[in-house]
Nanobody, 124 residues
């Protein structure tokens, strides 16, 4: 089983920036795609962005396109999410997950394992 550990969350004012990380370890063989999801209180977990591990091809939800950038460091087995121009509606717990599909599934039920998540709070 792969272990996924998210970090980098925090409290930021609207318009600010945060950078999240997801360190992957353990059984990562067969991982071709990594994704970020987020979940706000009382809402379903929603897709944010995905990236192919080998070539770095990216895919974004419309709500974050142009503001968020997903990237990865293959040597460090680490996934990143740079979040700029943050809005209060970006407030959520952010999770990373792995997939073998492209484009990445946007339904969270298609993912079997999640890290513990990292909280992002954007104040207005």
């Amino acid at each position: 089983q792969a272990q996924l550990v998210e970090s980098g969350g925090g409290l930021v004012q609207a318009g600010g920036s945060l950078s999240l990380s997801c360190a992957a370890s353990g059984r990562t063989f067969g991982t071709s795609v990594m994704v970020w999801f987020r979940q706000a209180p009382g809402k379903e977990r929603e897709f944010v962005a995905g990236i192919t591990w080998t070539f770095g091809r990216t895919y974004y939800a419309d709500s974050v396109k142009g503001r968020f950038t997903i990237s990865r460091d293959n040597a460090k087995n680490t996934l990143y999410l740079q979040m700029n121009s943050l809005k209060p509606e970006d407030t959520a717990k952010y999770y990373c997950a792995k997939s073998g599909k492209w484009p990445p599934p946007t339904n969270s039920r298609e993912y079997g394992y999640w890290g513990q998540g990292t909280q992002v709070t954007v104040s207005s």
